[in-house]
Nanobody, 122 residues
Framework: QVQLVESGGGLVQAGGSLRLSCTSS????????VGWFRQAPGKEREFVSA????????YYADSVKGRFIISRDNAKNTVYLQMNSLKPEDTAVYYC???????????????WGQGTQVTVSS
């Protein structure tokens, strides 16, 4: 069982930065892939970024490439999403998710956190 808790969301001005954390209490966290997804009001949940269990493979949506950086510290059971040059369109609830592999689609992830709100003001 993998339980996930996101933190680090908040209100930031456009151009600012935030770092989200996804922490797990599960002992198998270092063996799973982790993805970040986001959902804005009235929109479908969309892929943001993902990282393999070792951290050796990273994936990004085109909309965040060059601005967001995903990383993980398996010793701390934590995956990070550093978000730079934030835009108002980045406003959403951000979720982390875990799966046996690393995927770009939400349907492939079995474990989800409760989400953390990110609001970017213009």
């Amino acid at each position: 069982q993998v339980q996930l808790v996101e933190s680090g969301g908040g209100l930031v001005q456009a151009g600012g930065s935030l770092r989200l954390s996804c922490t797990s209490s599960g002992r198998t966290f270092s063996t799973v892939g982790v993805g970040w997804f986001r959902q804005a009001p009235g929109k479908e949940r969309e892929f943001v970024s993902a990282i393999s269990w070792s951290g050796g493979s990273e994936y990004y949506a085109d909309s965040v490439k060059g601005r967001f950086i995903i990383s993980r510290d398996n010793a701390k059971n934590t995956v990070y999403l550093q978000m730079n040059s934030l835009k108002p369109e980045d406003t959403a609830v951000y979720y982390c998710a875990a799966a046996a592999g690393v995927y770009l689609y939400a349907r492939n992830y079995h474990y989800w956190g409760q989400g953390t709100q990110v609001t970017v003001s213009s």
